[in-house]
């Protein structure tokens, strides 16, 4: 079966600090990969998406960036932490289009504050 | 550019209630997606609707997708507070390659004892 990690699970860190969340799947290859942000009692906002290795789509220009280093290894990251960078961040995979669409299989998430 | 919309984006009912919440999309969209969030945590998979007229059912919770009318409806029958969570719905469009989910706003469902 596919399970997918993220760590870590919460993040304290001060505005200006550098970020790095990553997120790992096992049990399939080549998924699509998926970064999502969502603020306090809000939805979800798609911030990068990877069809494969290398392959890093951008949704909203920020102050994060995202890597694929591996193909079931999908990280985020920030030079410089802002407050508007605090939330709970939610890594995700799905299968290439089969049966079941983009059914999308979500991690438990990385609650990030930034002070 | 596809939007979703859902509605009510809260909703606060009774147990034993019975209600529907609504999931409407702005252009032709193929596949509809539900998900559950409790409060907290992560995002589920309810349900995944392929095609129009599809019906899937789990428990007290059924889901429908008329793609005619861009509309898809998750119906709570006889509801109970284990059923307090958000709602997603999200829609794509089958494509050759990869074209994006675009999730709704999500319903905040409270289930009042």
């Known amino acids: 079966s596919q399970t997918i990690h993220q760590w870590p699970a919460t993040l304290v860190q001060p505005v200006g600090s550098p970020l790095s969340l990553e997120c790992t799947v096992e049990?399939?290859?080549?998924?699509?990969l998926y970064w999502y942000r969502q603020a306090a009692g809000r939805g979800l906002q798609l911030l990068f998406y990877s069809v494969g290795i290398g392959q890093i789509s951008s949704e909203v220009p920020q102050n994060l960036s995202a890597s694929r280093p591996q193909d079931r290894q999908f990280i985020l990251s920030s030079k410089k932490l802002l407050l508007s960078d605090s939330g709970f961040y939610l890594c995700?995979?799905?299968?290439?289009?089969?049966?079941?669409?983009?059914?999308?299989?979500f991690g438990p998430g990385t609650r990030l504050t930034v002070t | 550019e596809l939007k979703v919309e859902q509605n009510p984006l809260f909703l606060s009912m009774q147990e034993g209630k019975n209600y529907t919440i609504y999931c409407n999309y702005s252009?032709?969209?193929?596949?509809l997606y539900w998900y559950r969030q409790d409060p907290g945590k992560s995002l589920e998979s309810l349900f995944v609707?392929?095609?129009?007229?599809a019906v899937k059912q789990e428990g007290r919770l059924m889901a429908s997708l008329d793609t005619k009318a861009r509309l898809s409806t998750l119906h709570i029958t006889a509801a109970v507070h284990d059923l307090s969570a958000t709602y997603f719905c999200a829609v794509d469009r089958v494509k050759t390659s990869y074209d994006k989910v675009i999730f709704g706003p999500g319903t905040s469902l409270s289930v009042i004892p």
């Open positions: 609707l392929l095609s129009n007229g």
């Open positions: 252009t032709t969209s193929d596949r």
């Open positions: 049990g399939t290859s080549n998924p699509n």
């Open positions: 995700a995979w799905s299968r290439d289009q089969d049966s079941r669409g983009y059914e999308q299989y």
